[in-house]
C-alpha cells in the first residue's frame, strides 16, 4: 500500500475538513510570500482538491 493510498483511507470521510486545510496552508502560503506565487498556490490547491475529491488531474496539468 503506497503513501497515497493510506493518506486516502485516512481522509474518507472528513473531505471537508482536507479541503479547509488546503484553503488554510495556501492562503499561509500566500500571506508569507506576499501573494508572489499566488497563481502557481491556486494551481497547486485545486490539483490537491482534486485528489481528495477523487478526481485525479489530467495528465499534462
Known amino acids: ?3 497515497l493510498d493510506k493518506l486516502k483511507g ?3 470521510g472528513h473531505e471537508d475538513q482536507a479541503h479547509q486545510g488546503v484553503e488554510k496552508a495556501g492562503d499561509y502560503v500566500d500571506g508569507k510570500t506576499g501573494d508572489k ?3 502557481q498556490v491556486d ?3 485545486q490539483k490537491i482538491n ?3 475529491d ?3 488531474p489530467a495528465s499534462g496539468q
Open 1 to 3: 500500500m503506497s503513501m
Open 43 to 45: 494551481s497547486a490547491q
Open 50 to 52: 482534486q485528489q481528495i
Open 37 to 39: 506565487y499566488s497563481g
Open 54 to 56: 477523487g478526481n485525479p
Open 10 to 12: 485516512l481522509l474518507q
